[in-house]
């Protein structure tokens, strides 16, 4: 297998963006290897990331699950750099359960990256998830200090709570184990991800900053102001914060904010074929109120961001046309 810029892991590789990460590292010369969750009852169709510019020369699929941290030793050995990406989306199944399975998946996966002695830098996917749950009210914007109060969070009872507690709890764990065992991590902290996607699975993020377009109205609550980056930019950001090597600890990763009102009133104009509410009946919404994230750290640090709320919409919609979502 031809190495170019050298081999890296990227696991949860048919995900959203794990897929996307995978897509501009091959871009960028990298060999990959990608790890899949094995279905011994149904073979996954792998073609949409086997037909990437790239990946018949420098693309390896391995099959690994985060239950089994140990599955994952293959994939990573003999890499310079880890992506990990992979997370439990269980919504519904015990929070104990689903953060267990995430720490301990993440934790094995740092160990083997000591173990292969060749991993230079883990980047860890994040999420909004762990900065943006602060039970302080008053707090109108969150920088890398934030934490998500995890007591908080349990009393909120969501679908989404577990989630959010173990994004929280296994992002922590992930930075204790690297200070501990002086392994250089960096994690990526997205608010929601939205674009095209590469993955056939409609992404849940996308989904719901659509809401307005697909009349999903029990999500307009989660999007009455929501923090929104490209999946574009994630990615570029993840390669970004690997190949810097001066770069330490979380780094947000958000471009832009907008109200319901304002996506309702931005959708309509762009595309007048979608009805969408009213603006008494938007105005009438008791939204979550989340703050604001500054990714003033990873600007500072030279990164630029390259889309912005209109193509994001815009880059979602043509994509959600083209495999027979809208």
């Known amino acids: 297998m031809a190495t170019g810029k050298g081999i890296v892991c990227v696991t949860g590789g048919t995900g959203f963006i794990g897929s996307w990460i ?43 699950d985060l239950s089994n941290p140990e599955s994952f030793d293959a994939a990573i050995e003999g890499c310079t750099g880890v992506f990990h990406v992979a997370t439990p989306l269980n919504f519904g199944e015990p929070e104990e359960i689903v953060t267990k399975t995430a720490v301990d998946g993440a934790i094995g ?7 292969s002695k060749t991993v230079k830098r883990v980047v860890y996917t994040s999420s909004a998830a762990t900065v943006q749950f602060t039970s302080n ?21 969501s679908f989404w709570s577990s989630y959010a507690i173990s994004k929280t709890l296994t992002e922590r764990a992930v930075l ?16 929601f991800v939205v674009g095209p996607f590469i993955c056939p699975k409609l992404p849940g993020s996308v989904r719901t900053t659509l809401a307005l377009v697909f009349g999903n109205e029990e999500e307009y609550a989660f999007i009455s102001n ?13 390669i970004f914060l690997f190949e810097h090597g001066d770069a330490k600890g979380r780094y947000n990763c958000s ?14 104009a762009k595309y007048p074929e979608f009805k969408m509410p009213s603006k008494d009946f938007l105005k009438e919404i008791k ?8 990714s003033k750290k990873l600007l500072d640090y030279g990164f630029k961001f390259e889309h912005g709320v209109e193509e994001m919409f815009g880059d979602a919609i043509r994509c959600c046309k083209e495999k027979g979502y809208l």
């Open 255 to 268: 471009s832009n904010e907008i109200t319901i009102e304002k996506m309702a009133e931005l959708l309509s």
């Open 109 to 115: 996966i740092l160990k083997a990256c000591l173990k």
């Open 137 to 157: 009210k008053d707090v109108e914007e969150v920088d890398e200090r934030f934490w998500s109060d995890v007591d908080y969070l349990k009393t909120l009872k």
């Open 226 to 238: 929501v923090s929104m980056v490209h999946v574009d930019d994630v990615a570029r950001a993840h």
């Open 287 to 294: 939204g979550y109120k989340f703050p604001s994230m500054s």
């Open 22 to 64: 995978i897509l501009r590292l091959l871009d960028h010369g990298y060999s990959v290897r990608t790890t899949v969750r094995s279905h011994p009852e149904q073979k996954k169709d792998l073609s949409f990331l086997t037909s990437l510019p790239g990946a018949s020369e420098r693309l390896q699929i391995f099959y690994a």
């Open 176 to 191: 204790e184990f690297s200070d501990k065992n002086g392994l250089d991590v960096v994690t990526v902290i997205p608010s």
